[in-house]
């Protein structure tokens, strides 16, 4: 069958934000039934194509002629003042903005820290972990308790601290630099954020090539050392990335999860029952969030055709990853949280070479939490409306500012 081909400007400005705690805005649906490939402005007066569809979606994660690279000419920045592009240009380029051969030079030193055989022997100390923040809720006499400051982000800002290295008397720092980075308040408390925590980082990669340790930065140093190579820009870029990517995804996810399970008891029993279920639930509340929205662009290096759309060298794309997540092709009733859809061949990880690195970690953090919050607080609750929490409408990571529950 023969896909719709849009042509002009679609009437969409992106970045949009959530109407609906849960559902996509409005619009995507709307643009999506237009085309899965369209062309739409950004807020900072440019103009992108809005990839929509599920299978467009993974078309263009998966080509190579698309560059991650922030610094080309064309590549899809929300915001292109002066300030944003020099900082972008002044600074060596994360694994994310990597392409290629470079990419996977870097990918490759630091994939083996994340293969499921390796974090399964993580496995009791992420348990232990847990255990410990929800034993200090239990032990709490003031109710309501946020979520979100208790177990959502202690525990894997815990989990990558440890994995790290990093102490985790900073994580009060580093946690709120990173809230500030991909927030959408002023570009000047951002781009203060983003420079006060490369000196962090900058700093501690400084004393760990001084005193190594047992954990993944130490045992990369030592590597480099022995090859004779070491690369301290390259350490602290993606010392960075870690760090910050480590914590802020998986606590939203797990705050968000809490969320999607206490409003779907139905879903929620079938996992108490039967904690086996507990994976693809996993799966299904990853692929309804979708949390990381519109931060996967790419730009064209040449011309290329994907859904019959005949993209430009030079022209920017950006990938809605959520509403290829909510595309009725790929996922039948996509606006109904159904743990048992099977939803592997979600996007909510990204695709194709620059696929999370972290997955893995994430996906085993999130079961773990679930599974023992649900068994030891079988009568969690809300304490507040949905409708009335704080989601983080704001911000580059979609999420929840605090959720206030009680048992």
């Not at 969409?12 to 649906?29: D, N, S």
């Amino acid at each position: 069958m023969t896909k719709n081909i849009a042509n002009g400007l679609a009437d969409l400005e992106l970045p949009v934000e959530r109407g609906c705690p849960f559902a996509p805005p409005a619009a995507y649906e709307r643009l999506r039934e237009r085309a899965p490939i369209n062309k739409v402005r950004l807020t900072s007066g440019g103009e992108a194509w809005w990839v929509a569809g599920h299978e467009e979606a993974r078309a263009v994660l998966a080509d190579a002629r698309f560059s991650s690279d922030k610094r080309k000419n064309g590549f899809p920045l929300f915001t292109l003042d002066a300030a944003t592009l020099r900082q972008f240009r002044s600074q060596p380029p994360l694994m994310l903005g990597m392409d290629g051969a470079e990419h996977a030079a870097a990918r490759r030193p630091v994939i083996g820290e994340f293969t499921v055989k390796r974090l399964a022997a993580l496995r009791p100390r992420i348990q232990d972990i847990v255990d410990h923040f929800i034993d200090d809720m239990l032990a709490t006499d003031q109710r309501p308790v946020d979520l979100v400051q208790a177990l959502s982000l202690a525990v894997p800002s815990l989990v990558i601290c440890e994995l790290l290295g990093v102490p985790y008397a900073d994580h009060d720092f580093f946690q709120s630099r990173t809230t500030m980075m991909v927030s959408r308040n002023s570009q000047e408390d951002r781009l203060r954020a983003l420079g006060e925590l490369r000196a962090f980082i900058d700093d501690l990669i400084t004393r760990k090539e001084s005193e190594p340790g047992d954990d993944l930065f130490g045992r990369l140093i030592a590597r480099q050392r022995q090859e004779g190579a070491l690369d301290h820009a390259g350490l602290v870029s993606l010392a960075f990335l870690l760090l910050t990517a480590g914590h802020e995804t998986t606590a939203n996810m797990i705050s968000l999860g809490v969320v999607g399970l206490l409003t779907h008891p139905e879903q929620l029993t079938l996992i108490t029952a039967d904690p086996g279920r507990t994976p693809m639930a996993v799966e299904e509340l990853l692929r309804y969030f979708t949390i990381a929205d519109g931060v996967t662009s790419r730009v064209a290096t040449e011309d290329v055709e994907i859904g019959g759309v005949s993209i430009k060298a030079g022209e920017g794309v950006v990938v809605s990853m959520l509403s290829a997540n909510w595309d009725p092709a790929a996922f039948k009733d996509p606006a109904e949280l159904d743990i048992e859809r099977g939803a592997r061949h979600h996007v909510a990880f990204g695709f194709g070479p620059h696929q999370c690195l972290g997955q893995n970690l994430a996906r085993m953090e999130l079961q773990i939490v679930f599974d023992t919050l649900f068994r030891r607080i079988p009568t969690l609750r809300l304490t507040a409306p949905v409708d009335d929490l704080p989601f983080k409408s704001d911000a580059v990571i979609y999420g929840v500012h605090e959720l206030p529950v009680t048992w």
